[in-house]
């Protein structure tokens, strides 16, 4: 596989020309912004203040929160060999821009600091007091929107003027009024909790221009997902926390701030990127009334949120689970159910130790039959980067039980049969969109602006019979080709034009054009947080192509890969740093141990089953 140890080389090999100009783009400060606007379903402000609880405060002890250290010795190594080529090629910006990263600044609390000191209390009520107070109530879950004219609006907060010294500072530290220096944070299991927080800079006072990119993280036994964080733009960030009352128990509520002011946009952001834990606060969540109602089985009219928030929860635990010689984690036996509602079917076939998914619906776990059953005669074009090469070998080695396709490459197109019932045959055709040419990295959506490959496309959509359905994903390689936010608008608008064409040739031709499924772009793990394609630029990517495609009324369902990546991007163990799915193996994994985790990839498989096969 020639990706396998190309994984760095490509991105090193993209030092050409480009270069220069990016850095003149870079000095003329061209930022780009992100926006989610998260919208709490029907939970109207009023009411979350009421439903905000904290219990068992005690404010008479200092917090201290604990660092955890995300990166590997390996990793650093690799780091400085990367800054060290940058130098070279740089020298002159190198010179100015790599000052040492900012220090965690201890900043006092008790000092009043301006305005910003009067959130989060005012919110605080008394669990027991509610308690005796009603019947169950029934609350709403989290849940995520992609802001309307997203693109537009990202090229707005980027070119935001500075001016006031609160908008040039820089941020180096947060302060959680409701949650500093308090001990024993014991939150109540259903609600929506809502906390405001605050960007201060190096002498502690507020920052007031958003675009810095936090992430957010709540884990604990049983539980892992990301909270939603809205940024205001103002230095003022809000994010909220919920879990189910089934999970209640210890948790830890972890902020990192990775990257300042929309720099992890830029192209080259390494040098840039913060990566500082800001809190890490333990939360106990306490079993209260409240309950959610119950989260269904995907249907296909589920699966068309643009932005998910979802999380993992754990169903099985086995603590003497070796890996295998062909490197598997067989756990549970194989038919071992899921727990409804939070999947259906065998979640021992997963292999993740009794994790699994589940978003505003939850996942059917597909038996070998079941996926034959509904995936016969039918032909699916895939079109990405090469995470769906490994997607793809996992659906076949996994779950359709077609064990002699150990690789699929970024090109292929294949006649399977199923090994059990030779009369069900399925087709796929996978082609990569990383670069016009399949041994070459770096282009993206770049790769339609070579006439042959449009035309080696547009082949596989001109006969009697058309793909019936399309699983996208505009992938990594863009993060290392467009260093302008408008010529990445401008790629996904052309890219979706282009495929707006293409269908329009199969309807005249009086055929069924095939079925959009997007899968968004992996939250990219561990060392690769900080690389071009960082979360906080995937994100954004993410948000501009789903923007232009429906503008041309293209995508019929959206698969939120970036949330389901998400919980397991802090460090390398589900993760390579760009994919999730490669293959186990009993060999020395990226982060030093012997194999790897492979089920959030799986789990997207199932995922994509559930989008092709439900009703
Ligand atoms: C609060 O913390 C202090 C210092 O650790 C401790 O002495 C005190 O008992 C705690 N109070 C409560 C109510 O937990
Ligand atoms: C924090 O500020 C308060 C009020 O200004 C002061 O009394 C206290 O000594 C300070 N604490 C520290 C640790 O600096
Ligand atoms: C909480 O409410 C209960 C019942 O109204 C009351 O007895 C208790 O003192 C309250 N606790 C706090 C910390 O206010
Ligand atoms: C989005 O942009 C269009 C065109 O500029 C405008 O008409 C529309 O009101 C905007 N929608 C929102 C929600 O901002
Ligand atoms: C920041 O913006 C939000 C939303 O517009 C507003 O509610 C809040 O008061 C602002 N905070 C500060 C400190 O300006
Ligand atoms: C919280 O983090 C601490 C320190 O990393 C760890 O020891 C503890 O197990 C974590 N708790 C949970 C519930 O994950
Ligand atoms: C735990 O995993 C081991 C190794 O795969 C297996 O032999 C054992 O049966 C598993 N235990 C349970 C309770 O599933
Ligand atoms: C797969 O089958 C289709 C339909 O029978 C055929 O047109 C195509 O050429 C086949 N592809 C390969 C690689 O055999
Ligand atoms: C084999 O597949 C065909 C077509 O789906 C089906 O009709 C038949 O029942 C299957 N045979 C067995 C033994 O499962
Ligand atoms: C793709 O790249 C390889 C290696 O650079 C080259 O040998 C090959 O001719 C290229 N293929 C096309 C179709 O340009």
């Not at 990192?256 to 992890?264: P, S």
């Not at 690769?528 to 503008?551: C, H, Q, S, T």
């Not at 060999?587 to 194999?595: F, M, N, P, S, V």
Request: hydrophobic fraction near 35%; charge should be neutral.
């Amino acid at each position: 596989m020639p990706e396998k140890s190309a994984n760095f080389w490509w991105v090193m090999r993209s030092n050409n020309p480009k270069v220069q100009w990016w850095f003149k783009l870079l000095t003329m400060g061209i930022f780009l912004g992100i926006l989610i606007v998260w919208e709490i379903d029907s939970v109207s402000m009023g009411s979350f203040s009421r439903d905000f609880i904290l219990l068992k405060v005690n404010s008479s002890e200092k917090f201290s929160p604990a660092f955890k250290d995300f990166i590997f010795t390996n990793i650093i190594q690799y780091y400085q060999y990367w800054v060290n080529t940058y130098q070279k090629l740089n020298q002159d910006f190198a010179g100015k821009n790599l000052a040492p990263k900012v220090k965690r600044q201890s900043i006092n609390f008790t000092k009043n600091q301006g305005n910003t000191a009067a959130f989060g209390l005012e919110m605080v009520t008394n669990l027991s007091h509610k308690e005796s107070a009603s019947r169950p109530r029934v609350l709403r879950w989290i849940s995520a929107e992609l802001e309307a004219n997203y693109s537009l609006n990202l090229l707005t907060n980027l070119l935001a003027p500075g001016g006031e010294p609160c908008r040039e500072s820089r941020t180096v530290d947060v302060r959680i009024p409701a949650l500093d220096g308090r001990d024993n944070i014991e939150l109540s299991t259903g609600d929506i909790h809502e906390f405001v927080f605050h960007a201060l800079d190096d002498s502690g006072k507020p920052h007031c221009l958003g675009g810095d990119y936090f992430e957010t993280d709540i884990a604990g036994e049983t539980w892992k997902s990301r909270p939603p964080i809205k940024d205001l733009g103002n230095g003022t960030y809000q994010f909220f926390l919920q879990v189910h009352p089934d999970f209640s128990g210890d948790y830890n509520l972890t902020i990192i701030l990775l990257f300042r002011h929309y720099e992890g946009l830029r192209f080259w952001p390494e040098r840039f990127a913060f990566d500082k834990v800001m809190r890490v606060i333990p939360v106990k969540f306490s079993k209260s009334s409240i309950e959610l109602p119950e989260i269904s089985q995907c249907k296909k009219s589920d699966l068309v949120r643009d932005v998910w928030s979802g999380r993992w929860t754990r169903h099985a635990k086995n603590d003497s689970c070796p890996i295998s010689n062909d490197g598997r984690y067989r756990c549970q036996e194989p038919k071992f159910s899921c727990q409804k509602p939070w999947c259906d079917g065998p979640l021992g076939s997963l292999e993740s130790n009794g994790w699994v998914y589940s978003t505003h619906c939850s996942f059917k776990m597909f038996s070998n039959e079941e996926a034959w059953n509904c995936l016969k005669d039918r032909w699916i074009f895939w079109w990405g980067d090469s995470n769906h090469c490994d997607t793809v070998r996992n659906m076949l080695n996994f779950i359709l039980d077609v064990n002699d396709i150990k690789e699929v490459p970024r090109r292929v197109d294949l006649n399977i049969s199923n090994p059990r019932n030779s009369s069900q045959t399925i087709r796929f055709t996978n082609i990569f969109n990383g670069h016009p040419n399949e041994t070459d990295n770096n282009q993206g959506l770049n790769s339609l602006k070579d006439a042959d490959y449009r035309e080696f496309l547009k082949r596989y959509f001109s006969g009697d019979v058309v793909p019936d359905t399309i699983i996208m994903n505009s992938g990594l390689h863009d993060a290392l080709h467009w260093s302008d936010i408008r010529c990445f608008i401008e790629g996904a608008n052309y890219a979706a034009s282009f495929w707006a064409e293409v269908f329009n040739g199969v309807r005249q031709r009086g055929l069924i054009p095939p079925e959009v499924i997007y899968r968004t772009t992996v939250a990219a793990g561990g060392y690769a947080r900080i690389l071009g394609f960082n979360p906080n630029k995937m994100e954004a990517f993410n948000g501009i192509v789903l923007d232009n495609f429906k503008a041309y009324d293209l995508v019929d369902h959206v698969i939120d890969d970036f949330d389901m990546t998400y919980p397991w991007h802090y460090d390398n163990r589900g993760n390579d740093g760009v994919h999730y799915g490669r293959a186990p193996a009993k060999l020395k994994w990226r982060d030093g141990q012997i194999g790897h985790q492979y089920f959030v990839d799986l789990m997207l498989a199932h995922v994509l089953l559930n989008a092709l096969c439900s009703k």
